[in-house]
């Protein structure tokens, strides 16, 4: 079925918007850890993902504990939330690539949620982060659309961040339905999350 423009930039996951405030106010830490399940089926996103970019995705992190949370560790976070979410410009995979379900780094300033992950897990990575606590996750929006979070695991629990706001939210404090998440040990499996429903986006079983 096809849509305007306008109605396709509506449906964004990724939408524009000005940050009120950078969030950098440490809460009460509360939120608890998200309960997983087995291996379950890739999004077809990340399949592509990983055929374009194989390195990415047969990483086995030596180190499977959680990050300790400190007032720097939730600094960082909030940092790199913000300054990713106003330096990539929102714009669907059918408008920048010519196609659905493109997920890459922004490279070109553009890109949907699953973009904004890819971005704010890379520069983490790079600021020292394991790739245990940095789970591309797949959610479903209180409207029913599906949507791609980041998921930061720590002692204090998992949290999360989101193109949608610069706040950093406890992962059961988002509203949203979890769905499935990449695997602690190895990048390019995935787990279910307890109580998640069927994945809106397509999926390699």
Known sequence: MNSS??????????????AISAHWAVPAWAAGA?????????????YDFCRSHPNECNIRPANLAPAKMTDGLWRKLANVTARVNAAVKPLSDLDNYGKDEVWTFPDNGYGDCEDYVLEKRRQLYRMGMSLADL????????????????????????YVLDNLTDKVKAWDATGYRYLKRQAIDNTGRWVSIRDGQQVLVGSVQ
């Open 5 to 18: 423009p306008m109605a396709r930039m509506l449906r964004l996951c990724a939408v524009a918007g000005l």
């Open 34 to 46: 998200m309960t997983t399940g087995g291996l379950t089926s890739q999004p077809i996103g990340h």
């Open 135 to 158: 789970l591309i996750t797949v959610v479903r929006k209180p409207d029913g659309e599906g949507h791609s979070v980041l998921t930061v695991r720590t002692d204090k629990g998992d």
